[in-house]
């Protein structure tokens, strides 16, 4: 593998593991792990589920935020994206977040 690539490992369920995300930041891999909603994530990401005043766009709206959160199961606090988005026409926006 090329030096100036870092290896990546894409979002799966084999990645709850904590030993295997440990195992991963000790080699210096990036990863992706989709996590669920929960309480206290929507309560970080509450502002960024409210729709802007005034008439919608014609396209979709994308919207994210980042910042660390320590699930019980996890041996730190790691990184948490989250992405939201309004289409038109649509009543409420799907929320998508990962670690």
């Known amino acids: 593998m090329p030096l100036d690539h870092a ?13 295997t995300i440990d195992l991963l930041e000790a080699e210096g891999w990036d990863y992706v792990v989709r996590i669920k909603g929960n309480p206290k994530l929507h309560e970080q ?12 766009p014609n396209q979709g709206v994308r919207r994210y935020t980042s910042f660390h959160c320590r699930a019980k199961s996890w041996s730190k606090a790691l990184r948490v994206v989250a992405k939201v988005e309004f289409y038109p026409g649509e009543l409420f926006s799907p929320v998508s977040a990962s670690s």
């Open 7 to 19: 290896p990546q490992v894409p979002r799966g369920r084999g990645l709850r593991n904590t030993r």
């Open 45 to 56: 990401i509450g502002w960024l589920t409210k729709r802007c005043p005034g008439r919608p």
